[in-house]
């Protein structure tokens, strides 16, 4: 496969006829213009899109022991949450950024959210004990910042640790700070930029449909957690390009380079 040339009027070779690519003035699109070289000439659409991944840190009533935390990356794994928006078998998803929430709402059932509970939760930057849903459970739920975020894909460990730590944010706006009664109370938490709580990963990932994908986060130790009220999910969002159609494609690609 030839180079592509980074210059203005660089062209990208389709089946629909040439693409004229954008002049690459930043990351972003650069990896996009080199998903397009890759996959145009197949077929393959490349389109900016996420993933998200969930996973409830408390199932039904009984209290549960959080160690490890794991996620379904693929469509067809395990019960997809309303939610979750996960990769399809047929498709590849290049990783641009990597944010990281800890879920949370109300529900008539602890730790049993219906799909319109879930639909309406809100995204947390950190545990802030004055969320009714986290409560008590606000020192538990800072031991999953304390761990670290891993990814392996089939047999290779792309990510080996990741620390939570680095997407925590307490803005100065804190849901539930000032007066206990009356109009003076904060109602949410500081938002202050797009995707609060993402950064940037270096360098890029793709994940493949076809492969096992395991992502997991691992906490310090074994730890006690009953779900106060509500429930709560750790949730992984990914964002960058999603490439329709190029699992297979993909994997031609690895074995001409080999």
């Known amino acids: 496969m030839r180079p592509m040339r980074q ?3 660089s062209r990208i070779k389709a089946m629909g006829g040439d693409i004229l690519a ?5 990351r972003k699109q650069a990896v996009f213009n080199e998903k397009a070289q890759q996959y145009a000439g197949q077929g393959v659409i490349t389109t900016p899109g996420y993933l998200r991944l969930e996973t409830l840190l408390q199932s039904g009533i009984v209290a ?10 693929l469509d067809t794994s395990g019960t997809k949450q309303p939610t979750e928006r996960r990769l399809k078998l047929s498709d590849t998803f290049t990783i641009t950024g990597i944010s990281f929430y800890v879920a949370t709402g109300a529900s008539a059932v602890i ?9 309406k939760e ?9 969320n009714v849903n986290i409560g008590a459970m606000s020192d538990e739920l800072e031991a999953l910042y304390n761990g670290f975020l891993s990814l392996r894909v089939d047999t290779t460990t ?3 640790s990741v620390p939570l730590r680095q997407f925590y944010r307490v803005g100065t706006s804190q849901e539930g700070v000032g007066a206990t009664t009356g109009a003076n109370k904060i109602q949410a938490n500081e938002w202050s930029s797009s995707m609060y709580g993402r950064t940037e990963l270096l360098p890029t990932i793709e994940l493949n449909g076809q492969a096992n994908i395991e992502w997991s986060i691992t906490l310090p130790t074994s730890i006690a957690y009953s779900q106060a009220a509500g429930f709560s999910n750790a949730c992984i969002i990914l964002d960058g390009f999603l490439n329709q159609g190029a699992a297979t494609v993909q994997r031609q690609v690895q074995r001409r380079l080999r």
């Open 111 to 119: 730790g049993t959210p219906t799909a319109v509970e879930q639909a």
């Open 64 to 73: 549960t022991s959080l160690n490890s935390i794991s996620f379904n990356t």
């Open 7 to 9: 210059g203005f009027n």
């Open 22 to 26: 954008a002049k690459a003035f930043s």
């Open 122 to 130: 809100i995204l947390n930057t950190f545990p802030n004990a004055l």
């Open 158 to 160: 792309f990510l080996d």
